[in-house]
């Protein structure tokens, strides 16, 4: 059995859907950070089967909780004190995404204004599907 280091001080996101871990650290920009980041890929669970784990030793402030929500709003996400969990949050679907999700729509005005913010509103809440602000074009879920 695998065993990863506990963490000190930071924050875990738990039960992330097996393989779904990488998209987690793309649209979070873990890449970017000055600080430990561990993953753990097909973590065996009771509740689930098989799960991801990130581990990340900074402080919450350092991402958007917005995109964990869009990603999957059945992560949780524990905060860590003196190697002990202090708070656990609960995501929720975030209706509104600024600047996470990029219009493909070539003749949609983000295409031409650079520095508009890219703008997505939730339509549809049982299929997360989400539009363009703009030109109404639509982003499913990263599932489909």
């Known amino acids: 059995m695998l ?4 963490l000190n001080e930071g924050f875990v996101l738990d039960h992330i859907k097996a393989g779904k871990s990488m998209d987690i650290y793309r649209y979070l920009n873990l ?3 000055d600080c430990t980041v561990a993953i753990i890929k097909n973590a065996k669970s009771n509740k ?13 402030d350092v991402v958007n909780l917005d995109v964990l929500g869009f990603i999957d709003d059945s992560i949780t996400v524990n905060v860590i004190k ?5 708070e656990k949050k609960d995501l ?8 996470i999700l ?6 949609c005005i983000t295409s031409i ?3 508009l913010d890219h703008i997505f509103v939730l ?3 049982d299929n997360k599907i989400y539009r363009c602000r703009y030109c109404e074009e639509k982003f499913g879920s990263l599932d489909k």
């Open 48 to 60: 689930m089967g098989r799960k991801d784990i990130i581990k990340i030793e900074s402080s919450l």
């Open 31 to 33: 890449d970017k950070l």
């Open 3 to 6: 065993n990863v280091g506990k």
């Open 113 to 115: 204004e650079q520095e």
């Open 82 to 86: 003196d190697g002990k969990i202090v």
């Open 123 to 125: 339509s549809d809440p």
């Open 92 to 99: 929720t679907t975030p209706t509104t995404l600024i600047n």
């Open 102 to 107: 990029k219009c493909k729509n070539p003749r």
